[in-house]
């Protein structure tokens, strides 16, 4: 889906950073893209959301070059993985899903804020999943120690990008910053996500997915129309399936849940609260 939302936001004359941590597929990808001579352009740039070492250094090396920032699509992902940490000893899906994509974002506020205009904001579009319906966060076992079940670390993961994109547009309106932040759930899509199934899995998922599933990039279309349509400029805080505006679970709206959850994130990347000072 990542490949899919580069080429159309590229089509539409966007100048498209593809971030990622596979140096073959992404420049792989932007060859692709390039040949169909859009009016945009696409590169390619490695981090690795598993390491907070590499988001720190490719936010530098971004912010190094001076440029602005309209959109920042947060769509990287990992699912039912068996147990296993990141570099920084964080559980993989908590740590690379959530946590890194929740570094990156603050680590590029300040930039999305100076690029946001009144009339056109900067964009901050976060792909969560149905599966955060069922996802539980528990405060004091956020890395699944006590009891770790792949799927509830992935339902997790996405449960904690819900709250964190709610919060997050929480403290952009109140500090009167021209940025929103929503969250798009793309639907069920045939994609590498499924590779970790377990082998019968994957042969009964294979005809039911032909059958049923989304294409690529008819699951990328909820984050473009979030990403660039005009529908959703100044409108933020919103959970998009189908291209509409859709009640999340009852926990995402648990705003003590949310600031719990942001002020002990900001304590694991080592982040200071500070992220939306008015400057
Ligand atoms: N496929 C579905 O049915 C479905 C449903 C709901 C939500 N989603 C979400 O959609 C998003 C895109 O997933 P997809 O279905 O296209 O799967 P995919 O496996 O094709 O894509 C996942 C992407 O994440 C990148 N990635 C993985 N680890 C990374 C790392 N350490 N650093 C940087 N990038 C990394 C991969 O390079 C890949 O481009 C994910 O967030 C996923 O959870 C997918």
Not at 27 to 35: L, M, P, R, T
Not at 217 to 229: K, W
């Amino acid at each position: 889906m990542g490949y899919e939302t580069a080429r159309h936001l590229t089509s539409l004359g966007m100048y498209v950073v593809i971030a990622g941590n596979s140096k073959e597929e992404g420049v792989g990808a932007v060859k692709k893209i390039q040949e169909e001579n859009y009016e945009g352009k696409a590169e390619f740039q490695y981090v690795d959301l598993a390491s907070l070492k590499s988001i720190r250094q490719f936010v530098q090396k971004f912010k190094d070059r001076g440029l602005p920032l309209h959109v920042l699509v947060n769509n990287a992902g990992v699912m039912l993985v068996p147990e296993r940490k990141t570099e920084d000893g964080f559980e993989l899906h908590f740590g690379l899903n959530y946590l890194g994509h929740f570094l990156l974002t603050n680590l590029l506020l300040d930039t999305l804020k100076k690029s946001g205009t009144a009339d056109s904001c900067a964009r901050i579009v976060t792909v969560s999943s149905a599966t955060h319906y069922g996802g539980v966060i528990t405060m004091d076992d956020l890395q699944g120690r006590l009891c770790y079940c792949s799927h509830g670390a992935y339902s997790q993961s996405k449960l904690a990008l819900v709250l964190f994109t709610y919060c997050l547009q929480q403290r952009l309106t109140s500090g009167g910053f021209h940025v929103t932040a929503n969250a798009v759930d793309p639907g069920m899509v045939n994609t590498d996500l499924y590779q970790n199934l377990c082998s019968p899995a994957q042969l009964a998922k294979r005809p039911v997915a032909w059958l049923l599933f989304r294409t690529p990039a008819e699951g990328a279309s909820t984050s473009i129309y979030a990403a660039a349509s005009s529908e959703m400029e100044g409108v933020g805080g919103c959970y998009l399936y189908n291209g509409q505006r859709t009640q999340s679970s009852d926990t995402s709206y648990n705003e003590d849940l949310q600031v719990k959850l942001w002020k002990q994130s900001c304590a694991l990347v080592g982040l200071k609260d500070e992220g939306l000072r008015v400057d």
